[in-house]
């Protein structure tokens, strides 16, 4: 199984979220991300949890070492993306996560934005914080 993490796994993470062991848990076997991931992730590190630059990087650092397959975002990804958003209804952003997972032949799409136990083209949504997720 290849896993695609979406970046509210990776953000809690790096939290004192109550969800913070089981995101831990969840990437400890490793998979892909997209560069959209780290934008997302180094957003919130600085807008909302208000880290400084110097966190951030080392954060950062941290990620890439554990991710090293980190997938860009290509005028075909943003092509994909659209269909993905028309096709089953879901917001731009969220397209976009989908369309790279399936970019990088991932089977599951770990997020906590999108249907639990749904499938898009053959990509399995699994939540990491619902407590029946394998």
């Known amino acids: 199984m290849s896993a695609f993490f979406d970046s509210n796994v990776l953000i809690y993470a790096y939290s004192s979220d ?3 062991d089981r995101a831990l848990a969840t990437i400890a076997g490793g998979g892909v991300i997209s560069v959209q991931v780290l934008n997302e992730f180094t957003n919130v590190l600085r807008k909302k949890q208000k880290q400084d630059w110097p966190v951030i990087e080392a954060a950062l650092q941290t990620v890439r070492f554990r991710f090293p397959d980190i997938m860009p975002l290509t005028a075909d990804t943003h092509a994909a993306a659209i269909a ?3 096709d089953h209804h879901l917001s731009f952003y969220d397209a976009l996560i989908v369309a790279s997972a399936i970019e990088a032949g991932c089977d599951t799409l770990c997020s ?20 029946d997720a394998p």
Do not use: S, T
């Open 18 to 20: 109550a969800r913070r």
């Open 84 to 86: 993905v958003a028309r």
């Open 112 to 131: 906590e934005d999108l249907q639990h136990g749904g499938v898009i083209a053959g990509l399995r949504i699994k939540n990491p914080f619902i407590q």
